[in-house]
């Protein structure tokens, strides 16, 4: 399967406690997006990156929130000190570049990390 | 007031009727406009992708950009059961990031 992979796909944890997810784009995909959806909601934007670099952050991301990108492959995202309101599915999604309109238009989601916080 | 704003349903429908899925949006500098499915417990599903006004068809699926009255649908013919799932919108500027609606729950009856 060469789609973008999440790992885990459920996590259940214990507020206060830090998790980390993981996300493995589309080989060759260089743009990476992480977002936040709850149930009734569309997908949240928290943050991107063109290969390894960082381009924006959602305001909604707090000090609590970190993501990384080391190698412009895959990417983790953190969150610290977790609390029952970061309880959602954090999806990623990998974009190519598409040279005839010079931009990143088509995303490719990955199944998503459901995170339960009690 | 959300940028991308949707009516979140649910929709329900006989089989085979056509459906129309809507979305309006505040920001005129949109300029690319996307449709997912997401079927519960599953990540989104790129269904179609516009650039600008003006009408994409693929297959069952027909997608409209109206930017004057800053207003997308989505246009499914001969509706089936396994369409059921949640209709996102999406859309974005050039370079930046994308902007979704709540999405639109459909339900359609066999």
């Known amino acids: 399967d060469t789609g973008v992979s999440q790992d885990p796909r459920h996590k259940i944890t214990k507020r206060g406690q830090n998790v980390t997810f993981r996300c493995d784009p589309i080989?060759?995909?260089?743009?990476l997006y992480w977002y936040r959806q709850t149930l009734g909601q569309g997908p949240e934007f928290l943050t991107y990156f063109q290969n390894e670099a960082q381009l924006e952050k959602s305001r909604l991301l707090s000090d609590r929130f970190s993501a990384e990108r080391p190698k412009g492959s895959f990417s983790t995202l953190e969150i610290q000190r977790t609390e029952q309101g970061d309880s959602a599915m954090y999806l990623c999604a990998s974009s190519p570049y598409t040279s005839r309109t010079g931009t990143y238009n088509e995303q490719f989601f990955g199944p998503g990390t459901r995170l339960t916080v009690l | 007031q959300k940028e991308v704003e949707q009516d979140p349903g649910p929709l329900s429908v006989p089989e085979g009727a056509i459906v129309s899925l809507n979305c309006t949006y505040s920001n005129s500098a949109f300029q690319y406009f996307m449709w997912y499915r997401q079927y519960s417990r599953k990540g989104p599903e790129l269904l179609m992708y516009t650039y600008s006004s003006g009408n994409k068809e693929d297959g069952r699926f027909t997608a409209q950009v109206d930017k004057s009255s800053k207003y997308i649908s989505l246009f499914i013919r001969d509706s089936q059961p396994s369409d059921s799932a949640t209709y996102l919108c999406?859309?974005?500027?050039?370079?930046?990031?994308?902007?979704f609606g709540s999405g639109t729950k459909l339900n359609v009856k066999p």
């Open positions: 080989s060759e995909h260089n743009r």
């Open positions: 999406a859309m974005k500027r050039n370079f930046n990031k994308f902007y």
